[in-house]
């Protein structure tokens, strides 16, 4: 059982809806936690970083935490087609390393 | 303020040849992390470095891959004797040194190795 489970996707969505996007973890370990964008052939780039549970917002953006159902989540509010990418969430422990769901996929079409 | 470095971006060999992948920090930063993305997989950990130390290598395959971040110099990623299954992009990231540690992540472009 892999440690990050993150919703498969793909996500298909018109321009202005909201994005809901989430992974699952099993490690209470994990206390830092992260989202990244990935557009096709790119490198991943810092979205969000949360450490407590609770909501994070930053623009469009907000990233909310449940550590004791060990699930995260981020949203993304008037979605537009720039935001067209892979979305990762990370995860760390005090160790330092990163441990990275899948991806999602998402698409929203004008 | 140029961001993280990797080059070359894209590597081909063959079989049996030697690959070094080479990543520059983002400047004021001595953290380095080497990641590897499998086409349609997430990014999975490698090694992490300081300058001159290897701190968790727990990632890393037992043989033929090896890293290094030398005091002077940028980090460099060797795989000996390629096979095709190394064909994958690696990434390289960087954090700042602070205390308390903040582990967020700066990645580079990468570099796309494909082996023949």
């Known amino acids: 059982q892999k440690e990050v489970e993150q919703d498969p996707g793909p996500l298909s969505v018109p321009e202005g809806a909201i994005v809901s996007l989430n992974c699952t973890y099993s490690?209470?370990?994990?206390?830092?936690f992260m989202w990244y964008r990935q557009y096709s052939r790119k490198g991943p780039e810092l979205l969000m970083y949360?450490?407590?549970?609770g909501n994070k917002e930053d623009g469009r953006f907000t990233a909310q935490v449940d550590k004791s159902s060990k699930y995260i989540s981020l949203f993304i509010r008037d979605s537009q087609p720039s935001d067209s990418a892979t979305y990762l969430c990370a995860m760390n422990t005090n160790a330092g390393k990163s441990t990275f769901g899948d991806g999602t996929t998402l698409t929203v079409k004008p | 303020n140029a961001g993280v470095m990797q080059n070359p971006r894209h590597l081909v060999r063959r079989r049996g040849q030697e690959a070094r992948l080479r990543c520059s920090p983002m400047?004021?930063?001595?953290?380095v992390y080497w990641y590897r993305q499998l086409p349609e997989e997430g990014l999975k950990f490698m090694v992490y470095l300081q300058k001159e130390n290897i701190i968790d290598e727990s990632g890393m395959p037992k043989e033929r891959f090896s890293a290094e971040f030398p005091k002077e110099g940028p980090s460099i990623l060797r795989i000996q004797q390629v096979v095709r299954g190394d064909s994958a992009a690696y990434f390289c990231a960087s954090s700042p040194r602070r205390d308390p540690a903040l582990y967020e992540q700066y990645f580079g472009p990468g570099t796309r190795l494909t082996v023949t």
């Open positions: 949360t450490y407590s549970s």
């Open positions: 400047k004021g930063h001595s953290h």
């Open positions: 490690n209470s370990a994990f206390q830092y």
